[in-house]
């Protein structure tokens, strides 16, 4: 199987053919342009003011919501806004699918690419999607998952602060399940 250009092992194509494959997709797709998002880091940077150190980033952002500032709506501003567009990537991943019953991809994206796809690509056919904290449990489940939340939904519900990931993954567990 060829995606993307790239030759495939047939495992992948034999997951895929049994619907046993599931994508998991990190913020590196919406990079490229035409989406030009930031990374995590770089996200943190931008709602901080000045450089951060990686691997503290949830540290960082949570004490800047301690002090009163509302890190979810500056990351939801930064991620969903009308500049940002998805890239081939969002596309290809949701065409090797086929149908909209059949995907099965998990994502850490904030942002809405994979959903605008979706609907374009899929037309009448419903891609069901499921956002944080109201995730499928385990590997049963068919559609898009949001991990992390929805910057177009719900930005209180956007996993950003060393409180947002202790409760996703390890106290409430919904993320980790």
Partial sequence: MIFNGVQLPDEIRIALEEERLVIFVGAGASVPP??????????????????????RVDRILGKLARDGTDVHAAAARILYNEDTKPTQLHQEILRLFGKPEKVRVVTTNFDDHFSV?????????????????????????????????????????????????????LTRGWARD
């Fill in 34 to 55: 035409p989406s030009n998002l930031p990374l995590f880091n770089g996200l943190a940077v931008q709602i901080f003011g000045k450089p951060v150190v990686p691997g």
């Fill in 117 to 169: 796809v979706g609907q374009k690509l899929f037309k009448k056919e419903r891609l069901r999607e499921f956002y944080a904290p109201a995730l499928p449990l385990g590997d049963d489940f068919a559609g898009l998952v949001y991990l992390h939340g929805s910057a177009r939904l719900d930005s209180r519900g956007l996993v950003l602060t060393d409180k947002d990931f202790g409760a996703a993954y």
